[in-house]
């Protein structure tokens, strides 16, 4: 992308301006008036109700055929999102997020177009309406940006984005940023972070089925309200699972919030790991069912919702009782761990659910909290060693609550449903970066760096059931799965699996013997 040398200057003087705010009120008069009643926090742009579509923004009264410079905005587009334009100068305009659908409260997530661009023409886009008032761009995050010539998501220059109360806007926090195009034939799309689509998700899976792998299958769990397929995976060797032993299972789910495209990146790296020639990936397939649900929200990918389905239901506030219409995603996948918690034949040992963070850096956990200090210490021990193999991963971020607005959540209700020997997370990773160990300066998240996530998220398994003692250690040194993991943390994850494996087993056999 080019220089953006001259753009901070122009995004300086854009904020200074005078007139700013009375152009930019005249133009809005009509559409504030409808909607005065409104509420405070929500605003007049909650009247957004779709995506713009290939619309051109010239000068007020101007007529005739739209001249290069006339930007044209687009987002009706798989998993677009941009609600209004509104033009305030040649070189300024307030872009509006159209909020989810069926639900006004949430306004994060945007993914837009523009065309008709005239080379060297400099502009600022002000996002006026976030639903957050903390954010990562505080602490140096941008948008990411691609054209037609270099498809390659980058992010912007961060002395190029501001983060701020903007009094035009009610005080509401506003993030501008200044942008040079320089390629006129070009169509330019913006992001909040690296899109991740329902089809970029199907067509991954359908090269997956084309290799015929004799571990993996692949299932449609059921349909969403709009008919897009609910998928499930599979990945473990059948062939060396003993029938008579009790198989050992973890549950991963993604995108159940479809603007948090950083955990579909996540869960491609562990799908990738695990279906791969690695030595590691191999052992866990031969001890270990995988079952992973990469996209438990496909409508509100699709239609580029931030937090909700497409009826506007918060799908992680629901597990208690998901309706099989309304909620029929978590419906199903709800039903499927309940039956499995209640095969004799299965222990269901983890459930991780992916998620994105917009206020936090790094990536991290949570875990519920209980009375019992011997589970505390057990479940704290998967998050120390994946301290160990991922140098983006924080302990210290790792916490565990039970707060009551997190009741609804896929790890609170799992956690309080499955017996006291299964561990329920929620995998967060930071929108914007990480800190490693001696740095100085928080390094961007890149889409590899979330998937290489994934990959160590999946490499921690061989270390935990190294010390849980279901696999062996005795590989030869080349194929050990920690990349360079700390003794210490290791023999302290150790000493907290010894201290609860002798309760754990009586545990299991009681489970066993009141499912008989």
């Known amino acids: 992308m080019p220089s953006q040398h001259n753009s901070r200057s122009l995004l300086l003087r854009c904020r200074g301006n005078p007139q700013r705010a009375s152009a930019a009120s005249q133009r809005r008069g009509k559409m504030e008036e409808k909607n005065v009643e409104a509420d405070g926090e929500s605003g007049a742009e909650d009247a957004l109700v779709g995506n713009v579509n290939k619309l051109t923004v010239s000068p007020p009264g101007y007529s005739g055929a739209p ?20 033009y305030i100068n040649d070189f300024e305009f307030d872009l509006f997020i159209r909020p989810d659908t069926c639900n006004p409260r949430f ?17 600022i886009f002000n996002i006026v309406n976030f639903s957050k008032t903390k954010s990562l761009y505080r602490d140096g995050m941008s948008p990411v940006v691609k054209s037609t010539s270099r498809p390659k998501w980058q992010r912007l220059p961060p002395k190029n984005v501001y983060y701020y109360r903007c009094p035009d806007h009610r005080r509401n926090y506003v ?9 006129e034939d070009d169509v330019y799309q913006f992001a909040y972070c690296y899109p991740y689509t329902y089809s970029r998700l199907q067509h991954y899976l359908a090269s997956l089925e084309r290799k015929h792998l004799p571990y993996l299958r692949r299932e449609q769990l059921g349909l969403s309200v709009q008919q897009r397929r609910l998928d499930l995976l599979t990945i473990t060797n059948s062939d060396h699972l003993s029938p008579e032993k009790e198989k050992k299972l973890v549950f991963l789910t993604a995108r159940v919030h479809p603007g948090e495209s950083p955990a579909s990146f996540i869960c491609q790296g562990v799908i990738d790991f695990l279906v791969s020639q690695h030595p590691v990936a191999q ?9 992973i649900v990469p996209m438990l929200n496909p409508d509100g990918v699709y239609l580029g ?16 009782d998901p309706s099989p219409w309304a909620h029929p995603t978590l419906h199903a996948v709800k039903q499927l761990i309940v039956q499995m918690n209640q095969d004799p034949r299965v222990s269901l040992e983890f459930y991780i659910d992916v998620h994105a963070h917009s206020t936090m850096l790094n990536g991290f956990m949570y875990g519920n909290v209980f009375e019992d200090e011997e589970r505390v210490q057990r479940q704290a021990v998967f998050p120390r060693l994946l301290c160990q193999n991922a140098p983006d991963f924080s302990f210290s971020n790792t916490s565990f609550n039970r707060d009551v607005v997190k009741a609804g959540t896929g790890r609170r209700f799992l956690g309080g449903l499955l017996d006291d020997t299964s561990y329920c997370y929620t995998l967060e990773v930071s929108f914007y970066s990480f800190m490693t160990a001696g740095s100085t300066a928080p390094v961007p998240y890149t889409e590899e760096t979330y998937m290489k996530l994934g990959r160590n998220v999946a490499r921690t398994f061989l270390d935990y059931y190294k010390l849980s003692n279901l696999i062996k250690d005795n590989r030869p040194l080349h194929i050990q799965s920690s990349e ?13 699996m010894s201290v609860g494996r002798d309760t754990t087993d009586r545990r299991k056999e009681a489970n066993q013997n009141a499912r008989h």
């Open 107 to 123: 306004r994060v997530w945007f993914n837009f177009t523009v065309e008709n661009v005239r080379e060297t023409q400099r502009v």
């Open 67 to 86: 001249r290069k410079g006339h930007l044209v905005f687009d987002a009706c587009f798989e998993s677009g999102n941009l609600g209004r334009v509104d």
């Open 305 to 320: 919702n931030y937090r909700c389905s497409l009826m506007g239901f918060d799908l992680n506030r629901h597990w208690q």
């Open 175 to 183: 993030m501008s940023f200044a942008f040079c195009f320089d390629r």
């Open 484 to 496: 360079g993991g700390s003794p210490t943390a290791n023999s302290t994850a150790a000493k907290a």
């Open 283 to 291: 052992i866990l397939r031969d001890h270990v069912i995988f079952k």
